[in-house]
């Protein structure tokens, strides 16, 4: 229990369904705010109004994890969000109440430090963890057979230009604010967009990455793709003054 203290839930509902149904993931980094993708604020027939923390299994009460269940005051997309090519897929989420920290209730750091906002981290092999579809189901699709429990898998990152290799034949474009990481059958799946790729320093753990999107569910020669959290240190800091 509280192995990633700081993994959110992102929960959705509508009119049909009073909800939630889990679909994205997050990660606390700060007593007020969650760090996700865009597109997870984004869903075309679905409002996300709800985070979940310090949970392990989503559908167990029995499992040893005390969740708390926070409301969303509002969800802050980055402004040069562009979803048909997924670029700068950041997003933050204001929560109504301060979250109260607890030994499986803890915030991620932000990689602020100089040495780290200039590291690529490629060769790096950190962790991604979240609830996430275990199989694919349909591309840059927000649901999918979600695990309920929380799973983690480490995954080396690659470098853009590789990516960019494999990529291209799909028409993609990779930026560099954006990172890639996975090899076959290794991979963050669907479900666990907006999740955070999370890099021990010492000891601490940073977010680097936000799972963004990937062609396959660990396809082989096809990276996930993840926003690049280095380029958004800034932005992440004058957003939430």
Not at 88 to 102: G, I, M, P, R, Y
């Amino acid at each position: 229990v509280g192995a990633w203290p700081w993994i959110a839930a992102l929960g959705y509902r509508s009119s049909s369904r009073p909800g939630p149904l889990w679909l994205c993931g997050g990660a606390l980094i700060s007593d007020k705010y969650i760090l996700t993708a865009a597109h997870c604020t984004k869903h075309p027939t679905l409002t996300l109004y709800l985070v979940r923390l310090g949970d392990l299994d989503l559908n167990r009460t029995d499992d040893g994890a005390t969740p708390v269940d926070v409301q969303i005051e509002r969800a802050i997309p980055h402004p040069q969000y562009n979803p048909s090519k997924y670029t700068d897929d950041v997003a933050l989420l204001l929560l109504k109440e301060t979250v109260k920290f607890s030994k499986f209730i803890q915030p991620i750091c932000v990689p602020k430090l100089p040495t780290l906002r200039s590291n690529k981290f490629v060769k790096y092999s950190p962790f991604v963890a979240g609830w996430g579809s275990i199989s694919f189901s349909e591309y840059r699709k927000m649901e999918g057979p979600s695990s309920t429990a929380l799973m983690e898998v480490q995954i080396p990152i690659v470098d853009n230009v590789q990516c960019n290799n494999s990529y291209w034949t799909k028409g993609t474009q990779i930026v560099p604010r954006q990172l890639c990481a996975g090899r076959s059958g290794k991979d963050a799946c669907q479900g666990d967009s907006g999740g955070p790729m999370m890099l021990p320093q010492g000891p601490a753990y940073y977010i680097i990455g936000v799972v963004s999107y990937g062609f396959r569910c660990a396809e082989a020669g096809f990276p996930g793709i993840y926003s690049r959290v280095t380029e958004y240190t800034d932005w992440i800091a004058n957003t939430m003054t």
